[in-house]
């Protein structure tokens, strides 16, 4: 089992910027595929962005492409998500997700752990 704990968020201005850090437990990190998601408030959560085992491959939701950039790296058991130009409709608990599998990354209940959330609150 995978335990992801995140780091960062907060409250920034329109325009800003925020780095998201999701750390996972144990030795196994990089057999999974690392997914970002958020929920604003009356909506369901949804996909932001993805990144593959190796890191060589990734994917973004419409609303994140051009702005956001997720990474990992392996020897530490770390992905981020770093988001510029931030928006107000950004505004959300923001998780990290970790799936077994990786042939459909864009799904949410294609990942097996989450993490506990994180509030990203962007103000005009």
């Known amino acids: 089992q995978v335990h992801l704990v995140q780091s960062g968020g907060g409250l920034v201005q329109a325009g800003g910027s925020l780095r998201l850090s999701c750390a996972a437990s144990?030795?196994?990190?990089?057999?999974?595929?690392m997914g970002w998601f958020r929920q604003a408030p009356g909506k369901e959560r949804e996909f932001v962005a993805a990144?593959?085992?190796?890191?060589?491959?990734?994917f973004y939701a419409d609303a994140a492409k051009g702005r956001f950039t997720i990474s990992r790296d392996n020897a530490k058991n770390t992905v981020d998500l770093q988001m510029n130009s931030l928006k107000p409709e950004d505004t959300a608990v923001y998780y990290c997700?970790?799936?077994?599998?990786?042939?459909?990354?864009?799904?949410?209940?294609?990942?097996?752990?989450w993490g506990q959330g994180t509030q990203v609150t962007v103000s005009s």
């Open positions: 997700a970790a799936a077994r599998n990786q042939n459909g990354l864009l799904i949410i209940k294609e990942y097996d752990y």
């Open positions: 144990g030795r196994t990190f990089s057999t999974y595929a």
């Open positions: 990144i593959s085992r190796s890191g060589l491959s990734t």
